[in-house]
């Protein structure tokens, strides 16, 4: 069936680079997504990428997908205290699966 | 554009009554989801609009859970004789019809005592 993991938790330092994981189970997927989500409040859409691209760049934001795998990285360079939240990583085929979202804390 | 609205944002009930919720999409977005969002969980899929049909419903979606789109535009989601499981973020999304960006509202939070 269909199904996303990621990791629960990620700990780093400010100024480090995050790097979130994510492994999905639908090779039909059309798009991958992160969204962020802070307390309280709604998913916001941070990157999305194409099933047929092996990476995006996006400001701080690079995604990485290896297909044969069914593995994907979120990077995030330069974390700020400002980036901790949950990530969520999902798969779109005809409906999108959620993974259960990594935390990430950032320390000052 | 202000986004995707959702209404109310809270909405605390007894266990038994029905509840509704409304989504107001993206103007112009022709697919809109309805996700449910448990404590220290990802969005789970209930059920997906494209203009006014209703193409895709979960199994987690059971008989007292209804879902409409009368004219392509706004949704509501009908929770008939609400229990205590029913306790969650429930989230609207939409989509455009050539869009790749699935955006989200700021959910209604459902408690039923």
């Known amino acids: 069936g269909e199904d996303v993991e990621q990791s629960l938790f990620l700990s780093v330092r400010e100024g480090d680079s995050s790097v979130i994981n994510c492994t999905y189970t639908?090779?039909?997927?059309?798009?991958l997504y992160w969204y962020k989500q802070e307390p309280g409040a709604g998913l916001q859409l941070l990157t999305y990428?194409?099933?047929?691209?092996d990476m995006k760049q996006d400001q701080r934001l690079t995604v990485l997908l290896n297909k044969k795998d069914k593995h994907l990285s979120l990077r995030i360079a330069d974390t700020q205290t400002g980036d901790s939240a949950i990530y969520f990583c999902?798969?779109?085929?005809?409906?999108?699966?959620f993974g259960a979202g990594t935390r990430l804390f950032v320390k000052a | 554009d202000t986004g995707v609205s959702q209404d109310p944002r809270h909405k605390i009930t007894k266990r038994g009554q029905n509840v509704t919720f409304r989504c107001d999409p993206i103007?112009?977005?022709?697919?809109l989801y309805w996700y449910r969002q448990t404590l220290g969980q990802g969005p789970e899929f209930l059920t997906y609009f494209q203009n006014e049909a209703q193409l895709e419903k979960s199994r987690l979606l059971s008989d007292r859970f209804s879902a409409e789109r009368p004219k392509g535009s706004f949704s509501t989601l009908e929770i008939q004789r609400t229990e205590q499981g029913d306790s969650a973020m429930y989230l609207c999304?939409?989509?455009?019809?050539?869009?790749?960006?699935?955006?989200f509202g700021p959910g209604t939070r459902l408690t039923v005592t």
């Open positions: 990428i194409f099933s047929n691209m």
């Open positions: 103007s112009e977005h022709n697919r």
């Open positions: 999304a939409s989509r455009d019809r050539e869009g790749n960006e699935q955006y």
């Open positions: 999902a798969e779109f085929g005809f409906k999108t699966i």
């Open positions: 639908d090779s039909s997927s059309t798009y």
